[in-house]
């Protein structure tokens, strides 16, 4: 059976090109293809793919938030991180997400067909051009203590309320589309705000642009 794929990707054209290029290797099958996190959980639900190509910053609820709850909910599901950040933090919080995989989008299309049959095989799979500024930090354990932004000190509901309410949506639009009520929504919001030491939507907008959890630019 060829490997089933599911590409999540903000860009269309991204999303599009891995497609044609996979759909040429003979034991690889584009499943779908998805433009934030959330659609890729949804997706990767339905269609319980082999491997996920996901995107760090994409709307609706960014790629490691997405990553860590696909691989908490999906055991046979194996995601690779392809995205323009090299940098430790955004790494590291992919790998302890769940992600086996981490390459950039500066990489040959080869690069990417080798991650995927690298993690298929039970390996994990780093860009070479990454690889000298994590491996060693993260084999001695990038521990909480060595590295733990802000954000960790907010739970998993309260890193998605963040987003949405980054990317503008209401406490009404927030609460209908995480099934809770309002109430509810703004509790999170003071939460976050308290735990943040952050006191405005503005300032809140400019946290998550700078953690990764949005790709808005500020």
């Known amino acids: 059976m060829p490997t089933r794929v599911l590409l999540a990707d903000d860009h269309a054209i991204i999303r599009q ?66 995205s323009v950040h090299s940098s430790r933090r955004f790494v590291a919080e992919m790998l302890q997400a769940g992600a086996s995989g981490y ?46 932004p802000a954000s960790r000190s907010i739970t998993e509901r309260e890193r998605e309320v963040l987003q949405l309410l980054a990317e503008g949506r209401s406490t009404k639009q927030i609460a209908l589309q995480l099934h809770v009520s309002a109430k509810t929504i703004e509790s999170n919001r003071r939460n976050i705000m308290d735990k943040l030491k952050i006191h405005s939507v503005a300032e809140l907008t400019k946290y998550a642009v700078r953690e990764g959890l949005t790709p808005l630019e500020s």
Do not use: H, W
């Open 17 to 82: 090109g891995l497609c044609a290029l996979l759909e040429k290797q003979p034991d690889m099958e584009v499943v779908g293809g998805v433009e934030n996190g959330r659609k890729a959980l949804e997706l990767a639900k339905e269609l319980s793919p082999d491997i996920v190509i996901m995107d760090i910053t994409m709307p609706n609820l960014n790629g490691i938030d997405a990553t860590r709850k696909i691989t908490s909910e999906l055991s046979g599901t194996k995601i690779i991180a392809l």
């Open 103 to 148: 390459i950039l989008k500066e990489c040959l299309f080869d690069e990417l067909v080798e991650a995927i049959r690298t993690v298929l095989s039970g390996g994990i799979y780093l860009s070479p051009k990454i690889t000298g500024v994590v491996v060693d930090d993260y084999v001695k354990r990038l521990s909480i203590r060595e590295y733990q």
